[in-house]
């Protein structure tokens, strides 16, 4: 009796943690504005005016295997995979197995 308590405390302790470090993580998610501010740092070779716009493009390249149609879950969709290796296979030109998929 005594052991089947002490397993149960062990298990609900670990659904704990897992349930308060999903919430912790939750809670601290970057989430970046539709415009970032930056402060330029120690740049030694180009000035950039103070009044001067920039412009930055980053490309999400679909974490290796999602489309623009995919619906990824860390951006707020349902799924973590795509749905098939065709489905991969369409949206990159190199041969999924040299990619190692």
Known sequence: MKIIKLV??????????????VGVLTVFEYK???VEVIDIKDNQTELVQLDQSMTFMSFNIGYAGLGKDEDFVMDGGKKGRPDSKEVVEAYTPIPVEVCGV
């Open 8 to 21: 149960l405390k062990l298990v609900l302790s670990l659904i704990l943690l897992a349930v308060l470090l």
């Open 32 to 34: 970046p504005e539709d």
